[in-house]
């Protein structure tokens, strides 16, 4: 296993950006105590604003039924 070097933005997340002025939608890998710093779009415009962003994940275990309320609650007995 190699060492990453210091410094580095391996496993820091990713996050979307528009800007208010261009409507350009843009991605930008940060630390998470950065994330509500202000950031220019590609363009150079200052006016942008952070998205929410979702994300799937997939996985080959074989899905549990679900009840009204999700797989953990009360009206749904494991």
Same mark, same amino acid.
């Given at each position: 296993m190699s *060492?990453?070097?210091a410094g580095s933005l391996w496993?820091?997340?990713v996050y979307e950006y528009r800007c208010r002025?261009?409507?350009e939608v843009f991605e930008l890998r940060r630390a998470m105590s950065e994330a509500d710093t202000p950031v220019s779009c590609p363009q150079g415009h200052a006016e942008t604003v952070r998205l929410i962003?979702?994300? *799937?994940s997939v996985s080959a275990a074989p899905e549990a039924p679900v009840g009204p309320c999700g797989n953990q609650c009360a009206c749904y007995p494991e």
């Open positions: *060492a990453r070097p496993g820091v997340p002025t261009c409507d962003s979702s994300f *799937a």
